[in-house]
């Protein structure tokens, strides 16, 4: 690692923040700077155990992060309604921003975020993983393919992951106050985004959330579905919950071929992931089997999904402290996309199932 | 084959009825008997190069077929607008029905057809083949096990294939007169009936479809999709096309694992069909992976499920004919639900995408 490796601060002990940190140790180009928590105790607890090398900071709270003048960017997994209070005072302190998913409550707060990040000339990424992995790219490959796949028709998505009646009762994901948008906005943050890739990120023109969503006693959703249509005849729908076993589904229909993947969010294995494509089928003769068949196409990375997204990410934030270029706007762009998205399928929701019109 | 098999008759010579012929062919207790069209010589051509033995009989018309005393059952594979004609005849004169789908164009039909079986004391069998592949039992068993798949939470549907230029133009299945339902009777049967076994068929209790609908210059549906939803909180959606390249896969997800099959409708190959399961996974330390991981299963079958088809719909004639059994209520029973779902989603179409409540 070079002196332009990139020095990350993170904004609390958050469990995911432990494979970010991972991420963060095997990104060539960034290092483990700083980690602050409100208690000083946790903080080192978690530098100690999670790769933090011994001259890194360890502070007892988000300002002192902030405030260091050597972190160049931050990593903030905080619960989202704490999101943008920290994310837009990390811009207005000049880090670079990396945000875990759901980015905010809704478009408004995340417009704040992103006008903060954008007049301090930072780097805003969400931290939506998959979108880095070496399969997502041979996947898009394919859903671009004019021959083999052709324009998108359909495509549905799905995320759920069965929780614990522990979670149940006590994770930030469903306490009104912590994390509003429950399932929708953190499993359903996948299936949406998914949905916009598929479409090579043209916005939806239209949500409907579907019959019937699930809710816990505090009114947070924990299993929902939504349909979205655009302008031409593609369709999509997706389903997300906590209260299903663990699935993670994208099924792409266009008018040549189509491509599934099952564990599209976090693949089975770390370095080695499949999807499978068909393209141009025909029944063979008295429809008793298809011609071609479908194919498994395997991917294999060194650098897990993670690790790529912080390469990535630090490769641009150096690009512009050592270059003097502009941020990337791809990914404020699509973040603000499946935000928009995630507040038509909840105003959907909350209006009775009517339909929304998603407007940039 | 013995004295006891079953002697079908067939009406009309239609590209689905030569796999039938086959299917007819290869069953153990079941026999070709009789082939009728309009014309006299495309039903001898048809007999000639179908495998019906030298002393079949060739019928120049449909009533012939039905007026022959020895045979015992019909298939009918006419469009579906001359079904209700064809079938209550066909149960007039006595003869067992295996009616191809989409069975009728509304309930009302298919309950006068129904009703006539009934009262003559003949099985009812609509010729939904997958039904009958071994596969489809082994994933039926699969779906039923509460601690490897639990309570089904949402199922999601596809059948689709690409058409040719010349199928949008002239087969039946896009004429108004012929097939009125188009692609929601011909490939959205399949994906009901899939929601509907996934669901133990359990009647949903409200239909609507999604935005949105593509039809023909004559308003026959191109491509469609829609969303049911049950009295607890199981939801369904399926997507069904013309437009589309070939797929056909059942997501299910459940409380405790997942189900997904890609060929359901048609298997890849004709011997030899998997589908794949997910149960109890959890994320591995650092969420990096899962454990366990889905696993494939394989099915293998000697007699293809059209076959097992023609096999299952003579035994049960066999036993009427033979030891003075009833017919078989479970064929009709689900046929009539899956149309029932059919009315509900074209009702909902019909009416701007409202919700449809689907009554018994």
């Not at 369709?235 to 997300?240: G, K, L, P, R, S």
């Not at 370095?271 to 498994?296: H, Q, R, Y």
């Not at 603000?336 to 009517?354: E, F, H, P, Y």
Request: charged share 20%; hydrophobic share 40%.
């Amino acid at each position: 690692m070079g002196e332009e490796a990139i020095r990350f601060g993170i904004l609390g002990c958050a469990e995911i923040a432990r494979k970010v940190s991972r991420a963060i140790s095997l990104s060539p180009n960034a290092t483990l700077y700083a980690i602050g928590s409100r208690s000083l105790e946790k903080a080192s607890k978690f530098a100690a155990s999670n790769g933090f090398p011994a001259h890194a900071k360890v502070y007892g709270s988000y300002e002192a992060v902030l405030d260091d003048p050597d972190v160049d960017a931050v990593y903030v997994p905080l619960p989202t309604s704490l999101h943008l209070h920290w994310a837009v005072l990390a811009a207005q302190k000049k880090k670079h921003l990396l945000l875990e998913k759901p980015v905010a409550l809704n478009v408004s707060e995340l417009d704040q975020i992103l006008e903060a990040c954008e007049s301090n000339g930072l780097q805003y990424m969400d931290a939506t993983m998959w979108m880095h992995h070496p399969r997502t790219h041979n996947m898009f490959h394919f859903l671009s393919d004019p021959h083999h796949f052709g324009r998108l028709q359909s495509v549905h998505a799905t995320f759920s992951y069965g929780v614990s009646p522990y979670f149940l009762e006590n994770d930030i994901r469903v306490k009104p106050d912590l994390d509003g948008l429950g399932t929708l906005g953190d499993t359903g943050w996948y299936c949406v985004r998914a949905i916009l890739w598929a479409a090579n990120y043209e916005l939806p023109k239209t949500a409907r959330a579907l019959d019937k969503p699930t809710y816990n006693e505090a009114g947070v959703i924990l299993a929902c579905g939504a349909s979205l249509s655009w302008e031409d005849d593609k369709v999509a729908t997706f389903y997300c919950s906590f209260l299903s076993d663990m699935a993670m589904d994208i099924t792409a229909m266009g008018t040549k071929g189509s491509l599934r993947v099952h564990d599209y969010v976090i693949p089975n294995k770390e370095k080695e992931a499949t999807f499978s494509t068909s393209s141009n089928s025909d029944f063979v003769e008295l429809s008793i089997g298809w011609a071609p068949n479908p194919c498994v196409h395997t991917t294999l990375t060194d650098l897990p999904q993670e690790a790529l997204m912080v390469k990535e990410f630090s490769s641009l934030v150096g690009a512009i402290k050592f270059s003097n270029s502009k941020a990337e706007e791809k990914w404020p762009t699509i973040s603000r996309k499946t935000q928009l998205v995630i507040d038509a399928v909840k105003a959907s929701i909350d209006n009775g199932l009517q339909p929304v019109q998603i407007k940039d």
